[in-house]
Protein backbone atom coordinates (compact mmCIF):
# COMPACT_ATOMS: atom_id res chain seq x y z
CA UNK A 1 0.00 0.00 0.00
CA UNK A 2 1.59 3.49 -0.75
CA UNK A 3 0.51 6.75 1.18
CA UNK A 4 1.05 10.10 0.32
CA UNK A 5 1.91 11.90 4.06
CA UNK A 6 0.54 15.42 3.19
CA UNK A 7 2.44 18.33 5.25
CA UNK A 8 0.33 21.66 5.98
CA UNK A 9 2.46 23.89 8.01
CA UNK A 10 0.91 26.37 10.15
CA UNK A 11 1.80 30.02 8.66
CA UNK A 12 2.86 28.82 5.36
CA UNK A 13 -0.51 30.02 3.58
CA UNK A 14 1.49 33.89 4.25
CA UNK A 15 5.37 32.95 4.01
CA UNK A 16 7.07 35.28 1.80
CA UNK A 17 8.58 34.25 -1.27
CA UNK A 18 11.92 33.45 -0.52
CA UNK A 19 10.89 32.17 3.08
CA UNK A 20 13.49 29.27 4.16
CA UNK A 21 13.10 26.44 6.98
CA UNK A 22 16.24 27.13 9.57
CA UNK A 23 19.10 24.99 9.18
CA UNK A 24 18.24 23.07 12.76
CA UNK A 25 14.63 22.46 10.92
CA UNK A 26 16.12 20.85 8.00
CA UNK A 27 18.53 18.89 9.95
CA UNK A 28 16.26 17.35 11.81
CA UNK A 29 13.88 16.55 8.79
CA UNK A 30 17.19 14.98 7.30
CA UNK A 31 17.25 12.80 9.92
CA UNK A 32 13.92 11.75 9.65
CA UNK A 33 14.17 11.42 6.52
CA UNK A 34 16.78 8.83 6.32
CA UNK A 35 15.18 6.97 9.22
CA UNK A 36 12.42 6.47 6.48
CA UNK A 37 14.78 5.91 4.05
CA UNK A 38 17.03 3.00 6.07
CA UNK A 39 13.66 1.51 7.07
CA UNK A 40 13.45 0.81 2.89
CA UNK A 41 9.37 2.41 3.43
CA UNK A 42 9.98 5.90 1.60
CA UNK A 43 9.70 6.07 -2.70
CA UNK A 44 9.26 9.94 -3.32
CA UNK A 45 9.54 13.21 -0.69
CA UNK A 46 9.40 16.71 -2.08
CA UNK A 47 8.78 20.22 -0.53
CA UNK A 48 6.98 23.17 -1.88
CA UNK A 49 7.95 26.49 -2.26
CA UNK A 50 5.14 28.99 -0.59
CA UNK A 51 2.00 29.77 -1.86
CA UNK A 52 2.62 33.52 -2.45
CA UNK A 53 5.08 31.96 -5.68
CA UNK A 54 2.34 29.85 -6.89
CA UNK A 55 -1.34 30.70 -8.63
CA UNK A 56 -4.38 29.39 -8.42
CA UNK A 57 -6.86 28.75 -11.05
CA UNK A 58 -10.35 28.46 -10.35
CA UNK A 59 -13.39 27.49 -13.00
CA UNK A 60 -16.81 28.55 -13.34
CA UNK A 61 -19.24 28.07 -15.64
CA UNK A 62 -16.31 26.32 -18.07
CA UNK A 63 -14.56 29.45 -17.49
CA UNK A 64 -10.93 29.69 -15.86
CA UNK A 65 -10.20 32.16 -13.37
CA UNK A 66 -6.12 32.44 -12.34
CA UNK A 67 -5.06 34.50 -9.12
CA UNK A 68 -1.67 34.69 -8.13
CA UNK A 69 -0.79 34.13 -4.93
CA UNK A 70 -0.78 34.15 -1.53
CA UNK A 71 -4.46 33.25 -1.33
CA UNK A 72 -6.04 35.57 1.66
CA UNK A 73 -9.07 32.97 1.78
CA UNK A 74 -6.19 29.91 2.62
CA UNK A 75 -6.18 29.02 6.03
CA UNK A 76 -4.45 25.65 5.29
CA UNK A 77 -1.52 25.06 2.49
CA UNK A 78 0.32 22.01 1.39
CA UNK A 79 4.11 22.48 2.31
CA UNK A 80 5.66 19.03 0.56
CA UNK A 81 5.06 15.72 0.66
CA UNK A 82 6.63 11.80 1.23
CA UNK A 83 5.55 8.25 -0.55
CA UNK A 84 5.74 5.85 1.80
CA UNK A 85 5.10 1.95 1.11
CA UNK A 86 3.66 0.43 4.47
CA UNK A 87 1.36 -2.51 5.11
CA UNK A 88 -1.24 -0.43 6.57
CA UNK A 89 -2.71 2.76 7.31
CA UNK A 90 -1.82 2.39 11.12
CA UNK A 91 1.40 1.82 10.08
CA UNK A 92 1.84 5.37 7.60
CA UNK A 93 0.06 7.08 10.55
CA UNK A 94 2.74 5.80 13.16
CA UNK A 95 5.37 7.25 10.69
CA UNK A 96 3.30 10.32 10.68
CA UNK A 97 3.24 10.64 14.31
CA UNK A 98 7.39 10.26 14.12
CA UNK A 99 7.84 13.35 11.64
CA UNK A 100 9.98 16.19 13.18
CA UNK A 101 6.72 18.95 13.00
CA UNK A 102 6.49 22.64 15.01
CA UNK A 103 3.56 23.28 16.92
CA UNK A 104 0.42 23.19 15.76
CA UNK A 105 1.45 21.85 12.06
CA UNK A 106 -0.26 19.33 10.53
CA UNK A 107 0.16 15.98 8.33
CA UNK A 108 -2.45 14.35 6.64
CA UNK A 109 -1.99 10.64 5.75
CA UNK A 110 -4.25 9.62 2.47
CA UNK A 111 -4.17 6.54 0.63
CA UNK A 112 -3.05 6.07 -2.63
CA UNK A 113 -6.08 5.03 -5.09
CA UNK A 114 -4.95 2.21 -7.10
CA UNK A 115 -7.06 1.01 -10.00
CA UNK A 116 -7.54 -2.94 -8.31
CA UNK A 117 -9.28 -0.50 -5.27
CA UNK A 118 -12.22 -0.03 -7.51
CA UNK A 119 -15.53 -1.84 -8.08
CA UNK A 120 -15.46 -3.65 -11.41
CA UNK A 121 -17.99 -1.16 -13.41
CA UNK A 122 -15.97 2.22 -12.16
CA UNK A 123 -12.51 0.15 -13.53
CA UNK A 124 -14.22 -0.36 -16.47
CA UNK A 125 -15.32 3.19 -16.77
CA UNK A 126 -11.86 4.51 -16.06
CA UNK A 127 -10.14 2.47 -18.40
CA UNK A 128 -7.64 4.36 -20.46
CA UNK A 129 -6.92 5.97 -17.02
CA UNK A 130 -2.98 4.75 -16.87
CA UNK A 131 -2.34 5.95 -20.30
CA UNK A 132 -3.18 9.62 -19.13
CA UNK A 133 -1.09 9.17 -15.87
CA UNK A 134 1.82 7.59 -17.70
CA UNK A 135 2.07 10.03 -20.56
CA UNK A 136 3.54 12.27 -18.53
CA UNK A 137 6.21 9.31 -17.31
CA UNK A 138 9.18 10.33 -17.53
CA UNK A 139 11.57 8.99 -21.01
CA UNK A 140 13.83 5.95 -20.00
CA UNK B 1 -8.99 -6.72 15.07
CA UNK B 2 -9.40 -3.58 17.38
CA UNK B 3 -7.91 -0.35 16.51
CA UNK B 4 -5.05 0.23 18.73
CA UNK B 5 -4.28 -3.98 18.53
CA UNK B 6 -3.22 -2.93 14.97
CA UNK B 7 -1.73 0.72 15.87
CA UNK B 8 0.79 -1.70 18.24
CA UNK B 9 0.94 -3.93 15.13
CA UNK B 10 2.01 -1.07 13.23
CA UNK B 11 4.52 0.12 16.11
CA UNK B 12 6.28 -3.24 16.51
CA UNK B 13 6.42 -3.06 12.44
CA UNK B 14 8.29 -0.02 12.52
CA UNK B 15 10.59 -0.64 15.65
CA UNK B 16 10.92 -4.38 16.27
CA UNK B 17 14.11 -4.82 14.12
CA UNK B 18 15.78 -1.76 16.18
CA UNK B 19 14.66 -3.22 19.51
CA UNK B 20 16.19 -6.76 18.52
CA UNK B 21 19.58 -5.49 17.50
CA UNK B 22 19.85 -3.94 20.14
CA UNK B 23 18.87 -6.40 22.53
CA UNK B 24 21.11 -8.94 20.82
CA UNK B 25 23.93 -6.48 20.60
CA UNK B 26 23.87 -6.45 24.51
CA UNK B 27 23.01 -9.88 25.02
CA UNK B 28 24.52 -11.93 22.11
CA UNK B 29 21.97 -14.49 21.27
CA UNK B 30 19.85 -13.42 18.51
CA UNK B 31 17.02 -16.07 19.52
CA UNK B 32 16.99 -14.72 23.43
CA UNK B 33 16.74 -11.63 22.12
CA UNK B 34 13.81 -12.25 19.73
CA UNK B 35 11.79 -13.38 23.06
CA UNK B 36 12.97 -11.07 25.14
CA UNK B 37 11.57 -8.38 22.44
CA UNK B 38 8.11 -10.79 22.11
CA UNK B 39 7.38 -11.06 25.91
CA UNK B 40 7.90 -7.19 25.79
CA UNK B 41 5.56 -7.25 23.28
CA UNK B 42 2.64 -9.26 25.01
CA UNK B 43 3.25 -6.21 27.76
CA UNK B 44 2.35 -3.73 25.28
CA UNK B 45 -1.10 -5.44 24.12
CA UNK B 46 -1.68 -5.66 27.63
CA UNK B 47 -0.86 -2.20 28.87
CA UNK B 48 -1.27 -0.01 25.60
CA UNK B 49 -5.29 -0.15 25.58
CA UNK B 50 -5.42 0.78 28.98
CA UNK B 51 -2.82 3.11 28.92
CA UNK B 52 -2.48 4.25 25.46
CA UNK B 53 0.35 4.17 23.29
CA UNK B 54 3.29 5.30 25.67
CA UNK B 55 5.38 9.05 23.90
CA UNK B 56 8.36 6.91 23.01
CA UNK B 57 7.19 3.16 21.88
CA UNK B 58 10.87 1.93 21.41
CA UNK B 59 12.00 3.05 24.73
CA UNK B 60 9.11 1.87 26.81
CA UNK B 61 9.44 -1.81 24.43
CA UNK B 62 13.10 -1.54 25.56
CA UNK B 63 12.38 -1.09 29.46
CA UNK B 64 9.74 -3.80 29.23
CA UNK B 65 12.55 -6.57 27.60
CA UNK B 66 15.10 -5.44 30.16
CA UNK B 67 12.77 -6.04 32.89
CA UNK B 68 11.95 -9.46 31.49
CA UNK B 69 16.31 -10.07 31.18
CA UNK B 70 16.83 -9.29 34.69
CA UNK B 71 14.33 -11.89 35.66
CA UNK B 72 15.88 -14.43 33.56
CA UNK B 73 19.27 -13.33 35.46
CA UNK B 74 17.82 -13.70 38.60
CA UNK B 75 16.27 -17.05 38.09
CA UNK B 76 19.17 -18.60 36.58
CA UNK B 77 21.22 -17.26 38.71
CA UNK B 78 19.58 -18.69 41.81
CA UNK B 79 19.05 -22.31 40.24
CA UNK B 80 22.99 -22.15 39.74
CA UNK B 81 24.17 -21.44 43.30
CA UNK B 82 22.22 -21.17 46.55
CA UNK B 83 24.50 -19.72 48.66
CA UNK B 84 27.78 -17.13 49.56
CA UNK B 85 28.26 -14.21 47.73
CA UNK B 86 25.47 -14.40 45.07
CA UNK B 87 23.53 -11.57 46.52
CA UNK B 88 25.99 -8.79 46.08
CA UNK B 89 26.99 -10.33 42.41
CA UNK B 90 23.41 -11.01 41.58
CA UNK B 91 22.99 -7.48 42.29
CA UNK B 92 26.19 -5.98 40.39
CA UNK B 93 25.00 -8.06 37.31
CA UNK B 94 21.65 -6.78 37.36
CA UNK B 95 22.72 -3.29 37.31
CA UNK B 96 24.84 -4.13 34.61
CA UNK B 97 22.54 -5.59 32.49
CA UNK B 98 20.23 -3.27 33.32
CA UNK B 99 22.53 -0.09 32.17
CA UNK B 100 23.42 -1.59 28.81
CA UNK B 101 19.97 -2.10 27.71
CA UNK B 102 19.36 1.32 28.49
CA UNK B 103 22.06 2.66 26.20
CA UNK B 104 21.31 -0.39 23.90
CA UNK B 105 18.84 1.93 21.75
CA UNK B 106 20.48 4.89 21.81
CA UNK B 107 23.55 2.19 20.11
CA UNK B 108 22.25 0.64 17.95
CA UNK B 109 24.11 1.44 15.22
CA UNK B 110 23.20 0.49 11.31
CA UNK B 111 25.54 -2.16 11.98
CA UNK B 112 23.57 -4.03 14.63
CA UNK B 113 20.78 -4.32 12.03
CA UNK B 114 22.73 -5.90 9.26
CA UNK B 115 24.59 -7.97 11.60
CA UNK B 116 20.87 -9.12 12.91
CA UNK B 117 19.81 -9.91 8.89
CA UNK B 118 23.40 -11.52 8.17
CA UNK B 119 22.33 -13.93 11.16
CA UNK B 120 18.75 -14.40 10.10
CA UNK B 121 19.96 -15.21 6.51
CA UNK B 122 22.81 -17.58 8.21
CA UNK B 123 24.64 -20.41 5.61
CA UNK B 124 23.98 -22.75 8.86
CA UNK B 125 20.14 -22.71 8.43
CA UNK B 126 17.56 -24.43 6.25
CA UNK B 127 16.24 -21.94 3.49
CA UNK B 128 12.93 -21.77 5.01
CA UNK B 129 14.48 -21.16 8.23
CA UNK B 130 16.35 -18.33 6.74
CA UNK B 131 13.12 -17.12 4.95
CA UNK B 132 10.90 -17.46 8.27
CA UNK B 133 13.51 -15.55 10.68
CA UNK B 134 14.06 -12.47 7.89
CA UNK B 135 9.97 -12.38 8.05
CA UNK B 136 10.43 -12.41 11.17
CA UNK B 137 12.93 -10.17 12.78
CA UNK B 138 13.48 -7.80 9.87
CA UNK B 139 9.95 -7.29 8.41
CA UNK B 140 7.94 -7.67 12.01
CA UNK B 141 5.36 -9.95 10.57
CA UNK B 142 3.66 -12.49 12.79
CA UNK B 143 3.85 -16.24 12.91
CA UNK B 144 0.34 -16.21 11.57
CA UNK B 145 1.65 -13.53 8.67
CA UNK B 146 4.00 -15.71 7.33
CA UNK B 147 2.06 -18.89 7.45
CA UNK B 148 -0.34 -17.52 5.98
CA UNK B 149 1.93 -15.86 3.42
CA UNK B 150 3.37 -19.17 2.89
CA UNK B 151 0.39 -21.26 3.12
CA UNK B 152 1.66 -23.72 6.13
CA UNK B 153 0.44 -23.70 9.36
CA UNK B 154 0.68 -21.52 12.23
CA UNK B 155 2.05 -24.52 14.01
CA UNK B 156 4.58 -25.84 11.14
CA UNK B 157 5.50 -22.43 10.81
CA UNK B 158 6.48 -21.93 14.85
CA UNK B 159 8.38 -24.88 14.76
CA UNK B 160 10.73 -23.86 11.40
CA UNK B 161 11.07 -20.78 13.38
CA UNK B 162 12.11 -22.25 17.34
CA UNK B 163 14.36 -25.20 15.07
CA UNK B 164 16.03 -22.15 13.25
CA UNK B 165 16.87 -20.33 16.88
CA UNK B 166 18.04 -23.51 18.19
CA UNK B 167 20.51 -24.02 15.44
CA UNK B 168 21.94 -20.70 15.55
CA UNK B 169 22.10 -20.95 19.43
CA UNK B 170 23.98 -24.55 19.06
CA UNK B 171 26.14 -22.99 16.33
CA UNK B 172 27.01 -20.03 19.05
CA UNK B 173 26.82 -17.83 15.65
CA UNK B 174 28.67 -14.63 17.03
CA UNK B 175 26.43 -11.40 15.97
CA UNK B 176 29.64 -9.84 14.14
CA UNK B 177 29.73 -8.44 10.80
CA UNK B 178 31.27 -10.74 8.44
CA UNK B 179 34.41 -9.16 6.33
CA UNK B 180 36.43 -10.15 3.03
CA UNK B 181 35.53 -13.19 1.39
CA UNK B 182 33.28 -14.48 3.71
CA UNK B 183 31.06 -10.82 3.69
CA UNK B 184 30.69 -12.09 -0.22
CA UNK B 185 29.30 -15.42 0.92
CA UNK B 186 27.04 -13.81 3.05
CA UNK B 187 25.87 -11.25 1.14
CA UNK B 188 25.27 -13.99 -1.31
CA UNK B 189 23.14 -15.83 1.27
CA UNK B 190 21.17 -12.71 2.29
CA UNK B 191 20.01 -11.64 -1.50
CA UNK B 192 19.00 -15.29 -2.17
CA UNK B 193 16.43 -15.17 0.63
CA UNK B 194 15.03 -11.67 -0.53
CA UNK B 195 15.09 -12.91 -3.91
CA UNK B 196 13.06 -16.09 -3.15
CA UNK B 197 10.75 -13.77 -0.87
CA UNK B 198 10.23 -11.67 -3.99
CA UNK B 199 9.31 -14.79 -6.18
CA UNK B 200 6.87 -16.37 -3.55
CA UNK B 201 4.97 -13.07 -3.89
CA UNK B 202 5.56 -12.79 -7.82
CA UNK B 203 4.18 -15.87 -8.42
CA UNK B 204 0.94 -15.66 -6.48
CA UNK B 205 -2.11 -15.85 -8.79
CA UNK B 206 -4.79 -13.86 -7.52
CA UNK B 207 -6.29 -10.97 -5.26
CA UNK B 208 -7.22 -13.67 -2.96
CA UNK B 209 -3.73 -14.07 -2.19
CA UNK B 210 -3.01 -11.13 -0.55
CA UNK B 211 -0.72 -11.91 1.79
CA UNK B 212 1.45 -13.42 -0.84
CA UNK B 213 1.93 -10.70 -3.14
CA UNK B 214 2.39 -8.29 -0.04
CA UNK B 215 5.70 -10.30 0.25
CA UNK B 216 6.71 -8.78 -3.18
CA UNK B 217 6.53 -5.33 -0.71
CA UNK B 218 8.06 -6.91 2.16
CA UNK B 219 11.21 -7.92 -0.07
CA UNK B 220 11.85 -4.21 -2.31
CA UNK B 221 11.55 -3.15 1.28
CA UNK B 222 14.11 -5.32 2.27
CA UNK B 223 16.16 -4.76 -0.72
CA UNK B 224 15.71 -0.65 -0.25
CA UNK B 225 17.27 -1.26 3.17
CA UNK B 226 20.17 -3.15 2.32
CA UNK B 227 21.09 -1.08 -0.36
CA UNK B 228 21.46 1.90 2.46
CA UNK B 229 23.04 -0.80 4.80
CA UNK B 230 25.90 -1.76 2.47
CA UNK B 231 25.90 0.86 -0.31
CA UNK B 232 29.25 -0.29 -2.12
CA UNK B 233 27.71 -3.89 -2.60
CA UNK B 234 26.57 -3.98 -6.04
CA UNK B 235 25.15 -7.15 -6.73
CA UNK B 236 22.71 -5.46 -3.97
CA UNK B 237 21.38 -3.04 -6.67
CA UNK B 238 21.02 -5.47 -9.43
CA UNK B 239 18.52 -7.51 -7.27
CA UNK B 240 17.11 -3.96 -5.92
CA UNK B 241 16.99 -3.28 -9.92
CA UNK B 242 15.68 -6.40 -11.21
CA UNK B 243 12.89 -6.38 -8.04
CA UNK B 244 11.74 -3.52 -9.09
CA UNK B 245 11.81 -4.03 -12.69
CA UNK B 246 9.89 -7.35 -12.49
CA UNK B 247 7.28 -5.61 -9.76
CA UNK B 248 6.38 -2.93 -12.04
CA UNK B 249 4.66 -4.87 -14.40
CA UNK B 250 2.83 -6.52 -11.72
CA UNK B 251 -0.72 -4.75 -12.30
CA UNK B 252 -0.69 -5.69 -16.24
CA UNK B 253 0.26 -9.46 -15.84
CA UNK B 254 -3.03 -10.38 -14.63
CA UNK B 255 -6.42 -10.36 -16.21
CA UNK B 256 -9.81 -9.03 -14.92
CA UNK B 257 -10.45 -12.97 -14.17
CA UNK B 258 -6.75 -13.43 -13.00
CA UNK B 259 -5.81 -15.53 -15.75
CA UNK B 260 -1.96 -15.01 -16.47
CA UNK B 261 -0.96 -12.39 -19.56
CA UNK B 262 2.77 -13.10 -21.25
CA UNK B 263 5.10 -10.19 -21.14
CA UNK B 264 4.39 -9.46 -24.98
CA UNK B 265 0.70 -9.78 -24.98
CA UNK B 266 0.57 -7.24 -21.36
CA UNK B 267 -0.66 -4.01 -21.71
CA UNK B 268 2.18 -2.14 -21.16
CA UNK B 269 0.18 1.20 -19.94
CA UNK B 270 -0.60 -0.43 -17.22
CA UNK B 271 3.35 -0.28 -15.97
CA UNK B 272 4.50 1.36 -13.21
CA UNK B 273 6.88 4.03 -14.77
CA UNK B 274 7.75 5.86 -11.53
CA UNK B 275 8.75 2.19 -10.79
CA UNK B 276 10.81 1.27 -13.43
CA UNK B 277 12.63 4.21 -12.50
CA UNK B 278 13.44 3.55 -9.51
CA UNK B 279 14.71 -0.07 -11.10
CA UNK B 280 16.74 1.97 -13.89
CA UNK B 281 17.87 4.27 -11.19
CA UNK B 282 19.62 1.03 -8.89
CA UNK B 283 20.73 -0.56 -12.12
CA UNK B 284 22.86 2.12 -13.07
CA UNK B 285 23.79 2.35 -9.27
CA UNK B 286 25.19 -1.71 -9.91
CA UNK B 287 26.83 -0.89 -12.85
CA UNK B 288 28.61 2.89 -11.75
CA UNK B 289 30.04 0.40 -9.03
CA UNK B 290 31.75 -2.31 -11.74
CA UNK B 291 28.29 -4.95 -10.99
CA UNK B 292 26.95 -4.61 -14.42
CA UNK B 293 28.18 -8.40 -15.09
CA UNK B 294 26.89 -9.87 -11.93
CA UNK B 295 24.00 -12.14 -11.67
CA UNK B 296 21.15 -10.11 -10.81
CA UNK B 297 22.73 -6.93 -12.61
CA UNK B 298 22.19 -9.27 -15.58
CA UNK B 299 18.42 -10.31 -15.31
CA UNK B 300 17.69 -6.39 -14.42
CA UNK B 301 19.54 -5.39 -17.83
CA UNK B 302 17.37 -7.90 -19.34
CA UNK B 303 13.94 -6.57 -17.44
CA UNK B 304 14.86 -2.95 -18.38
CA UNK B 305 15.30 -3.74 -22.01
CA UNK B 306 11.88 -4.61 -22.14
CA UNK B 307 10.69 -1.88 -19.80
CA UNK B 308 12.05 0.49 -22.21
CA UNK B 309 10.43 -0.62 -25.36
CA UNK B 310 6.83 1.17 -25.63
CA UNK B 311 5.86 -1.82 -27.62
CA UNK B 312 6.71 -5.77 -28.23
CA UNK B 313 7.56 -4.49 -31.49
CA UNK B 314 10.49 -1.81 -30.17
CA UNK B 315 12.44 -4.36 -27.93
CA UNK B 316 16.12 -4.66 -28.52
CA UNK B 317 15.90 -8.25 -28.61
CA UNK B 318 19.70 -8.46 -30.08
CA UNK B 319 20.84 -6.71 -26.55
CA UNK B 320 18.76 -9.43 -24.64
CA UNK B 321 20.51 -12.28 -26.38
CA UNK B 322 23.83 -10.58 -25.44
CA UNK B 323 22.77 -10.28 -22.31
CA UNK B 324 21.68 -13.78 -21.84
CA UNK B 325 24.58 -15.33 -23.20
CA UNK B 326 26.93 -13.61 -20.32
CA UNK B 327 24.28 -14.75 -17.94
CA UNK B 328 25.05 -17.96 -19.27
CA UNK B 329 29.07 -17.76 -18.93
CA UNK B 330 28.89 -16.96 -15.09
CA UNK B 331 25.65 -19.04 -14.32
CA UNK B 332 24.67 -21.88 -16.46
CA UNK B 333 21.85 -22.71 -16.48
CA UNK B 334 19.06 -24.96 -18.87
CA UNK B 335 16.27 -22.71 -17.83
CA UNK B 336 18.37 -19.19 -18.69
CA UNK B 337 19.46 -20.95 -22.15
CA UNK B 338 15.43 -21.40 -22.54
CA UNK B 339 15.11 -17.79 -22.14
CA UNK B 340 17.80 -17.15 -24.58
CA UNK B 341 16.36 -19.41 -27.43
CA UNK B 342 13.45 -17.47 -26.91
CA UNK B 343 15.14 -14.35 -27.82
CA UNK B 344 16.87 -15.85 -30.50
CA UNK B 345 13.36 -16.87 -32.05
CA UNK B 346 12.65 -13.34 -31.72
CA UNK B 347 15.46 -11.75 -33.16
CA UNK B 348 16.28 -13.93 -35.57
CA UNK B 349 13.31 -15.32 -36.73
CA UNK B 350 11.51 -18.70 -35.36
CA UNK B 351 13.70 -20.96 -37.54
CA UNK B 352 16.84 -20.14 -35.27
CA UNK B 353 15.21 -20.15 -31.98
CA UNK B 354 14.06 -23.41 -32.81
CA UNK B 355 17.72 -24.45 -34.17
CA UNK B 356 18.75 -22.85 -30.76
CA UNK B 357 15.53 -25.01 -28.68
CA UNK B 358 17.17 -27.96 -30.64
CA UNK B 359 20.53 -28.29 -28.85
CA UNK B 360 18.66 -28.33 -25.41
CA UNK B 361 16.71 -30.88 -26.43
CA UNK B 362 18.31 -33.63 -24.62
CA UNK B 363 19.07 -31.64 -21.54
CA UNK B 364 18.02 -34.09 -18.37
CA UNK B 365 16.98 -31.21 -16.75
CA UNK B 366 14.28 -29.55 -18.93
CA UNK B 367 12.58 -33.52 -19.50
CA UNK B 368 9.08 -33.33 -18.21
CA UNK B 369 9.78 -28.92 -18.14
CA UNK B 370 6.34 -27.93 -19.78
CA UNK B 371 7.81 -24.33 -21.11
CA UNK B 372 10.28 -26.77 -23.50
CA UNK B 373 7.51 -27.80 -25.59
CA UNK B 374 5.38 -25.11 -25.04
CA UNK B 375 7.82 -22.70 -26.78
CA UNK B 376 8.44 -24.53 -29.54
CA UNK B 377 4.65 -25.12 -29.92
CA UNK B 378 4.97 -21.40 -30.12
CA UNK B 379 7.76 -21.20 -32.74
CA UNK B 380 6.11 -24.29 -34.67
CA UNK B 381 2.84 -21.80 -35.06
CA UNK B 382 5.03 -18.71 -36.37
CA UNK B 383 6.38 -21.15 -38.88
CA UNK B 384 3.22 -22.61 -39.92
CA UNK B 385 3.71 -25.59 -39.17
CA UNK B 386 0.49 -26.33 -37.45
CA UNK B 387 0.11 -29.94 -36.81
CA UNK B 388 3.81 -29.83 -34.72
CA UNK B 389 2.11 -27.13 -32.99
CA UNK B 390 -0.65 -28.85 -31.63
CA UNK B 391 1.63 -31.91 -30.64
CA UNK B 392 3.85 -30.17 -28.60
CA UNK B 393 1.40 -27.33 -26.80
CA UNK B 394 -0.88 -30.87 -26.11
CA UNK B 395 2.50 -31.71 -24.65
CA UNK B 396 2.83 -29.26 -22.69
CA UNK B 397 -0.83 -28.64 -21.07
CA UNK B 398 0.24 -32.85 -20.23
CA UNK B 399 3.18 -31.90 -18.35
CA UNK B 400 2.08 -28.41 -16.52
CA UNK B 401 0.71 -29.01 -12.81
CA UNK B 402 -0.13 -25.16 -13.13
CA UNK B 403 -4.07 -24.56 -14.04
CA UNK B 404 -3.74 -20.97 -15.11
CA UNK B 405 -0.93 -22.20 -17.51
CA UNK B 406 -3.11 -24.99 -18.83
CA UNK B 407 -5.70 -22.30 -19.29
CA UNK B 408 -3.52 -20.41 -21.34
CA UNK B 409 -2.03 -23.68 -23.23
CA UNK B 410 -5.65 -24.72 -23.84
CA UNK B 411 -6.98 -21.20 -25.21
CA UNK B 412 -3.82 -21.16 -27.51
CA UNK B 413 -4.82 -24.75 -29.30
CA UNK B 414 -8.04 -23.53 -29.56
CA UNK B 415 -7.03 -20.41 -31.76
CA UNK B 416 -4.92 -22.44 -33.94
CA UNK B 417 -5.82 -22.46 -37.53
CA UNK B 418 -7.60 -26.08 -37.75
CA UNK B 419 -7.39 -26.80 -41.76
CA UNK B 420 -3.52 -26.35 -42.36
CA UNK B 421 -0.65 -28.82 -41.90
Redesign the interface.
Known sequence: MRFMMIVIPKGYESAAPNAVPSAEAVAKMMEYNRSLQKAGVLLALDGLLPPSTGARISYTDGKATVTDGPFAEAKEVVGGYWIIQVRSREEAIEWARRAPMANNEIIEVRQIQEMSDFPEDVQKAAEGFENLTNTSAVKI | MS?IH??I???W??ESTRLIAGIARVIRDVGFAEELAQDALVAALEQWPEEGIPEKPAAWLMTAAKRRAIDYLRRGQMLDQKHGEIARELEFQQQQLSNALDNALDQVI?DD?LRLIFIACHPVLTMEGRVALTLRLICGLTKAEIARAFLVPEKTLGQRIFRAKRTLSEAHVPFETPHGEELRRRVESVLSVVYLIFNEGYTATS?EEWMRI?LC??A??????LV??LPGESEIHGLLALMELQASRT?ARRG?DGQAILLLEQDR???D??Q???G?TALEQAKKLGGGAGNYALQAAIAACH??ARTPQETNWEQIVLLYDALLQISPSPIVALNRAVAVGMERGPAAGLAELDTLAAEPALAGYHLLPSIRGDLLIKLGRFTEAREEIQRAIDMTQNSREKELLLDRLERMPKAHS
Open positions: KQTEAVKIDVGADDLRLGRMELARSLWYAIRRMAR
